[in-house]
């Protein structure tokens, strides 16, 4: 089953504008982490978070996290139509279990328009 | 580029078939984790291998088997393979240790088709 729930499934902006994707998951973690896909293809690691850790930039990319509201957010600034893909949140497990073992969403798929 | 390579890149199967995808980690990465991602789907944890070892798995049957080589490199095997195997398998590979989250570095994937 998948951990986490990314929030809205579909999102489609014109170049420039922001784009808010969010990310609610269930369980104790370690840290989060946002990931990119383009088409179908390999997963391209944006930015992570740590239970620790409120809030993070990285270039144009804004994550922050609650961990009291088990959620997270990840804000785009100024985008661009090369942004366009699916964006996945993944956290890894607090204890026990594998380590480094990732549980993703299902994805938002990010449309930026020229 | 990540530098985790997979091959092959896609492959087309018959129901009950067996299949291996490979991977090769990152340089100086010892630990090879497997997911499989169905369309329109985030990708599901498989197994992992740390250290040639196998080092945790998801909820996934026994017909799905790996292996780990000492050069860090690794297999995905699976047997009897059935139309719902059909998806995107992605390796990723990190340098990990017993309770470390690292950055986990993903290949670009093996599309397979199980007809």
């Known amino acids: 089953s998948q951990q986490g729930e990314e929030d809205p499934q579909a999102l489609s902006i014109q170049e420039g504008e922001n784009a808010t994707m969010n990310c609610s998951y269930k369980?104790?973690?370690?840290?989060l982490q946002w990931y990119r896909q383009n088409s179908g293809r390999g997963l391209v690691h944006l930015i992570l978070?740590?239970?620790?850790?409120r809030e993070k930039h990285s270039g144009r990319l804004r994550v922050t996290l609650d961990t009291s509201k088990k959620s997270s957010s990840l804000l785009i600034t100024a985008s661009r139509a090369a942004d366009t893909a699916s964006y996945f949140c993944a956290t890894a497990w607090n204890y026990g279990g594998s380590q480094g073992n990732l549980i993703f969403g299902k994805g938002t798929k990010l449309s930026v328009k020229p | 580029e990540t530098g985790v390579t997979q091959s092959p890149t896609h492959l087309i199967k018959t129901r009950g078939q067996q299949v291996t995808l490979r991977c090769s980690s990152q340089s100086g990465h010892n630990t090879v984790s497997w997911y499989q991602q169905a369309l329109g789907q985030g990708p599901q944890f498989i197994f992992q291998y740390y250290r040639e070892e196998e080092n945790g798995r998801g909820n996934f049957p026994p017909r799905f088997s790996g292996l780990q080589f000492p050069n860090y490199s690794s297999e995905l095997n699976v047997n009897a393979l059935e139309l719902d195997d059909s998806a995107l398998y992605l390796c990723?590979?990190?340098?990990?240790?017993?309770?470390?989250?690292?950055?986990?570095?993903f290949g670009p994937g093996t599309r397979l088709t199980v007809l």
């Open positions: 369980t104790s973690i370690n840290n």
């Open positions: 978070i740590r239970s620790n850790e």
């Open positions: 990723a590979s990190s340098l990990g240790g017993l309770r470390t989250y690292n950055e986990q570095f």
